[in-house]
């Protein structure tokens, strides 16, 4: 009887044992369930699936790879949002991207953006081949080499295009307001200093020249060293020449070139997607305290740029004078994938400082000068002389 009792005791002893194992588990497998995050499809994707599966079996013509598709069905889905800057790049362009960006390749100096669904050039990098090509800023490129630019072609696939090996020529077509033919130059591709700040007193003035043509990691300094130039030779109010400028480097130039206006001010705002901003303020600096200002601008005025007309604008530190700037006011990431490549994508927007915003909307000018084609041919600069009248006769 003993032992018939033992057995049974046992065998509840061993069914408790199995039972507790069973709950430890179950609840583990609950929390990890509940703490990671959620990888359900959402319901809408199994129509994507239901079309890939029709093509499979139904497609007249070859199929292309999975890999072609997935890449296909990413582009489609960027292009959903709507936003010509968020971009997906396979991995051997983004190789290139990064080889150009240490300067390994060749390039014409070309500043790209995508506007009703055309290539259109912000701004050529001065004495860049394009630049001595004669590109401009609002040309919209119809071609190029031999390829006609497809319908949703993207800034980075243009740029793609346009780079190449050093000394290797490439040919673009283009389409420029008022002419009634397509304009075709060459270009030799070269491995080319970019240029970002050049200072001169004007003629017959008291009033300095500053045009900064990018902003870089140097342009700051470049900056600062233009002024005290110009102050050691006795300026009394000063040109900020800003026309062509498709930006650049983005926080440090632009608010270390701003606090030599408005010293520790706000220079912007970057507002994210949760509706959350953050400013920036400028740095320092405050060399140009008391000058007279006038900033010239037009539609090559781009990015960085804008920042820095927006803000001296705000502060009524300076007047802007010339043409509509080109409202390029959002903020792009560089997100690498597993494959190597990699998406462009908008992560903020930007406001000036007070809260005008930028991105697709740009600046008007307080004084509007156009700077027409035949201007340009007679080499005069009708913008530059108004801000010299503004300057010396302040109105």
Do not use: C
Not at 154 to 161: C, D, G, K, P, S
Not at 183 to 198: G, Q, S, W
Not at 337 to 342: E, P
Request: hydrophobic fraction near 40%.
């Amino acid at each position: 009887m003993q032992k018939i009792l033992k057995l049974i005791i046992g065998l509840l002893l061993t069914a408790l044992v199995l039972f507790l194992a069973y709950l430890v588990g179950f609840g583990v497998n609950y929390y990890a369930v509940k703490t990671q995050p959620s990888t359900e499809i959402p319901k809408n994707f199994t129509i994507f699936w239901e079309a890939y599966q029709i093509v499979q079996r139904e497609f007249y013509g070859e199929i292309p790879g999975p890999q072609k598709l997935t890449y296909g069905a990413i582009r489609g889905m960027l292009r959903g949002l709507g936003d010509p800057n968020t971009v997906f790049i396979e991995p051997a362009p983004a190789q290139n991207e990064q080889a150009n960006l240490k300067g390994e390749t060749g390039d014409v100096g070309l500043t790209l953006d995508i506007r009703n669904h055309m290539l259109i050039i912000v701004a050529p990098i001065p004495g860049a081949p394009a630049d001595r090509a004669g590109l401009r800023a609002g040309d919209a490129i119809l071609a190029i080499g031999e390829k006609e630019l497809s319908y949703g072609i993207t800034v980075q696939e243009a740029q793609n295009l346009l780079r190449g090996s050093i000394g290797s020529s490439v040919k673009v077509t283009v389409h420029r307001v008022g002419e009634s033919k397509p304009i075709v130059v060459e270009m030799t591709r070269e491995k080319f200093a970019l240029p970002t700040v050049e200072a001169k007193m004007l003629p017959e003035t008291t009033l300095g020249y500053i045009k900064i043509t990018m902003e870089t990691a140097e342009t700051g300094n470049e900056f600062a060293r233009a002024l005290d130039s110009l102050k050691a030779q006795g300026v009394t109010g000063l040109v900020l020449d800003l026309r062509n400028n498709p930006g650049g480097l983005f926080p440090d130039p632009v608010l270390e070139i701003t606090g030599h206006f408005v010293p520790n001010n706000v220079v912007l705002y970057e507002k994210y997607r949760d509706g959350t901003d953050k400013a920036f303020n400028a740095r320092g600096g405050n060399k140009a305290a008391g000058l007279p200002v006038a900033v010239l601008i037009n539609s090559g005025t781009a990015s960085a740029a804008e920042i820095i007309a927006g803000a001296l604008k705000d502060y009524g530190r300076a007047a802007l004078i010339g043409e509509p700037t080109y409202g390029k006011g959002s903020v792009q990431v560089i997100r690498q994938l597993s494959d190597g490549s990699v998406l462009h994508i908008t992560t903020a927007t930007w406001y000036t400082p007070k809260r005008v915003p930028l991105d697709g909307k740009g600046l008007a000018p307080d004084i509007a000068v156009p700077l027409t084609d035949d201007s340009i041919k007679k080499k005069l600069d009708p913008q530059l002389e108004r801000a010299i009248q503004y300057l010396q006769k302040g109105a």
